[in-house]
């Protein structure tokens, strides 16, 4: 169903953009590379194991970033890098907060899109929102979305999530989670109507989503996302006290729910403002100061 808003044109799925794109393809990932830019600092939920941090440096993991940047200097920072990097192909919005909280997202999408139509646009988000704003992320040229569910039963989300903020009102318990878990399931289909290429990442939290992380890769299946993503826990916020889960306990994970949808096994949980190949990540700040250096230096001998 396309919903309410959304042109009954359907986004077209191009399937070039599993192949250069780092995260739908593990081939994909030791040859392109993508910059995520840290525009959208708000959040509409907040999870048990999230911190999020605004101006850090020595910590790899997402919902840290540097500087939240403002429109222009994302921009700029896009068009710096791609003269010095060919082998970009995606340009992602993953936070620090959630970018479809964050009205900036759509505005720097929109602008990229004018300037580089051929780079694949991507957007991650715990999906609250995700139906309400499809006609703008439609608007902008996105193509691919990553939307992150921990849970399918509001039961279990009530444990993972301590308030939603929808529509101007704020949920806690048991309303909160059958919130956030209704919009998820609904911006899941809908965007996958709409054409969207969708991976769903899941974190895995040992002990309280065992059981629905499954129910997740069938969902998913079942309608239609590329692939799954199952993280493991990175022990902090409510949730310092639980021991993330080891290797061995994510590969059983995954491997029970590669029977309903592929699973993504090359993840690096990269920052915000990630940038370069996975695996292979450079500091964004120093990127842009040697562009511009190397700018300035060329004006001079000109």
Known sequence: MIPIGVSNT??????????????????????????????????????????????????????????????????????????RNDRITV????????????????EVLGAINREFPELTLCVSTNGLLLTDRLPELMKCGVKSLTITMNAVTPETAEKIYSWVSYRGKKYIGKEAAACLVANQTRGLRNAIDAGFMVKVNSVFIPGINNADLPLVAWLAGMRGAEIMNVLPLIPQADFADIKGPSRGMVDRMRAECTRYIPQMTHCRQCR??????????????LEALNARIGEEYCEMVA
Request: contains cysteine; aromatic residues 6%.
């Open 10 to 83: 359907k986004t077209k799925k191009n399937p070039d953009i599993g192949k250069t794109h780092p995260c739908f393809s593990k081939e994909a990932h030791h040859t392109f590379g993508r910059i995520h830019l840290p525009v959208a600092p708000a959040c509409n939920i907040q999870c048990k194991y999230c911190v999020r941090k605004y101006d850090c440096a020595n910590e790899s993991r997402p919902g840290i970033t540097s500087k939240v940047m403002t429109p222009r200097e994302a921009v700029e920072r896009v068009l710096l890098l791609m003269e």
């Open 91 to 106: 340009i992602g919005i993953a936070g620090p907060g959630d970018p479809l909280a964050n009205d900036t997202t759509f």
């Open 272 to 285: 915000a403002d990630a940038f370069g190949v996975l695996g292979e990540d450079r500091d964004m700040e």
